[in-house]
């Protein structure tokens, strides 16, 4: 079995709680870490993971620096401008000496992980972002275990097209949360007519709801030729 973590949340969360201020006075403050203390948290977290599931192999993914979804919308999570905590990228190097790491240019560790998931077998996503619920097959929020298929995860996707993400920066539909689109689609089907039907009902056009599908979906081996291929609904199958 191979564990494929979400590693850039459980870095980052650690190397943020080591952090340390120190004024100086005179209108100087300086920001320190540990990184024993950033990487030793890590390195639980990891474990107490890897010890939910016998004999399984570790794999980690970091975000590239780059991201294609700024082609899309240059705006696309313009609110995150916080750089990294202090030791970040020193953990991200040890973590290599001891774990296989993965990190495809362009792309967020969301979208690698889908690739690597619905490119190999017997995967276990580990990750509690909410958007990994479109990848088929099983993923592990930290909490639970569960196991989607094809048609939950495209109802997902065409969800979070709808309703918008203000974590990641893109506002679906306007009046659409999770709730009011997964009503929407019960009573229209969970298809892209759908999709851009609510949109234009919001006074919003087809390349709205294209720019949200693009900047919502999270990649898959299908989705991926030496590069991202974004989302096009002429090329949709069937489910």
């Known amino acids: 079995m191979k564990l494929l973590i979400d590693a850039d949340y459980i870095v980052y969360k650690n190397c943020a709680a080591a952090e340390y201020d120190i004024d100086w006075g005179d209108d100087v403050i300086m920001v320190g870490s540990k990184f024993s203390e950033a990487y030793n948290g890590v390195k639980r977290d990891l ?63 969301d979208d690698a992980m889908g690739i690597y998931a619905t490119s190999n077998d017997d995967c276990v996503v580990v990750s509690p972002d909410k958007d990994m619920k479109q990848i088929p097959g099983r993923l592990y929020n930290m909490e639970e275990m569960f196991t989607i298929d094809k048609q939950s995860g495209w109802e997902w996707f065409l969800i979070q097209t709808l309703a918008g993400d203000s974590t990641d920066g893109y506002s679906g539909a306007p009046g659409f949360g999770i709730k009011t689109s997964a009503k929407f689609f019960a009573e229209y089907g969970y298809t892209w007519n759908s999709v851009v039907r609510a949109f234009i009902q919001k006074g919003l056009t087809e390349e709205d709801a294209l720019r949200n599908a693009r900047l919502a979906k999270i990649l898959t081996a299908d989705d991926y030729d030496n590069g991202p291929i974004l989302f096009n609904p002429s090329t949709v199958s069937s489910y």
Do not use: Q, W
Request: charged share 40%.
């Open 47 to 109: 474990d107490r993971i890897s010890g939910e599931f016998f004999d399984s192999e570790v794999i980690l993914f970091f975000s590239d620096s780059t991201n294609f979804r700024k082609r899309v919308a240059p705006d696309y999570k313009g609110h995150r401008n916080r750089k990294k905590p202090c030791g970040y990228r020193r953990v991200i190097y040890k973590l290599h000496d001891e774990y296989k790491v993965i990190r495809m240019p362009e792309l967020e560790a």
